[in-house]
């Protein structure tokens, strides 16, 4: 079993967030990144048995690429390809405000198949048909990163004589233009990568936040 990917986080983040919301460390008792639904809220639990709610729609798209492991921005598989069962999020706008959890979920073998049929039978799971375009579209953005730009990013930094993981993966083209954009993006990734990891360049981030919503509009 797989989930959809387009990067992990360090634990940085969660420092990050934590003190942008004005609370210590040693104020948490539980802290969930993800819970109440789809795409849900940071829940933190305190010490005190008072509960903050974050909606994930409101605090993640601010740490942006700042916490993301190195790693990650090599990675080319964004849908789990070699799992018998994946799951991931409906990042469209009629998922935004679901209560439930809801999952999508891809099954590529026999076996993954009979094993979500089983759940479905016992009652554990609810099962519904979604046209495979609506998945693609609910992760386009991961999809732009894994399968158009991965390739000439890895050119770009084997230009620079980075050591890059063998792997085997299938990518679509990439235009001109696409490798301009890819040529600024990467540079951008790794610039904010280096700002997270040094707690005293943080307060860059909100202004650096700011910066980009300007461009945004």
């Not at 799971?125 to 979604?130: G, Q, T, Y």
């Not at 046209?131 to 390739?151: A, F, P, V």
Request: charged share 25%; glycine share 6%; aromatic share 12%.
């Amino acid at each position: 079993m797989g989930i959809y990917c387009s990067s992990n986080r360090t634990f940085g983040a969660t420092k990050y967030l934590l003190k942008s919301f004005g609370v210590s460390e040693k104020e948490v008792k539980n802290l969930s990144y993800r819970d109440e639904g789809c795409l849900g809220n940071m829940v933190l639990k305190l010490n005190n048995d008072k509960v903050r709610r974050y909606p994930y729609k409101d605090y993640y798209p601010k740490i942006r690429s700042f916490f993301v492991p190195y790693r990650c921005t090599l990675c080319a598989d964004h849908f789990a390809e070699l799992a018998d069962i994946s799951f991931g999020d409906i990042h469209i706008p009629e998922f935004w405000n679901d209560k439930v959890g809801t999952t999508s979920v891809i099954a590529r073998s026999e076996r993954g198949m009979n094993l979500l049929s089983s759940a479905m039978n016992q009652g554990i799971i609810v099962l519904n048909k979604v046209d495979k375009e609506l998945i693609i579209k609910s992760q386009k953005w991961g999809l732009i990163k894994k399968k158009r730009q991965i390739t000439f990013r890895f050119s770009l930094l084997k230009f620079f004589g980075i050591r890059l993981p063998e792997c085997d993966f299938t990518t679509l083209p990439i235009s001109k233009t696409e490798k301009i954009k890819t040529l600024i993006s990467t540079a951008i990734l790794y610039i904010e990568i280096w700002i997270g990891k040094r707690a005293f360049l943080w307060p860059l981030i909100k202004y650096l936040n700011k910066t980009a919503e300007m461009f945004k509009k």
